[in-house]
């Protein structure tokens, strides 16, 4: 895959690991990488879908609130998932680094997403 930076000519980046950053589920956590040492995740990808909120498949309403660094995100559980709620792969990323951003020490909230 080659992506553009800032859609400039001559700044491709080529990369296997973003082909595989896709955004076809509503939460894609991307793969953890090693830094300082430490394995991180470099970002959690949140998707959603406003202009079906309230209908009968989607009764609930995601807010994307990025100016103060907030997203509720109501989807990720569908009916036909076998799993117990919060054990889908995105929901335990989410789990997961909302530890890391509550830590009461800086050094180890510098491990958070």
């Known amino acids: 895959m080659s992506v ?7 700044t491709e980046i080529r990369s296997r690991a973003l082909a595989a950053i896709q955004l076809t589920r509503g939460i894609h956590p991307i793969a953890k990488v090693k830094a300082r040492g430490e394995e991180r995740r470099p970002a959690i990808l ?3 879908r406003p202009w079906k909120a309230g209908t009968a498949d989607t009764p609930w309403h995601d807010v994307f609130d ?13 009916v036909d998932h076998t799993v117990p709620v919060g054990s889908t792969q995105g929901h335990k990323a989410l789990l997961e ?12 909230r510098e491990l958070a997403v």
Request: aromatic letters at 2%; proline letters at 6%.
């Open 4 to 10: 553009r930076c800032c859609g400039r000519p001559g």
């Open 46 to 48: 949140i998707r959603s």
């Open 66 to 78: 990025p100016d103060n660094g907030r997203v509720r995100y109501c989807g990720d559980h569908r």
């Open 97 to 108: 680094v909302s530890a890391a951003h509550r830590a009461l020490t800086a050094s180890e």
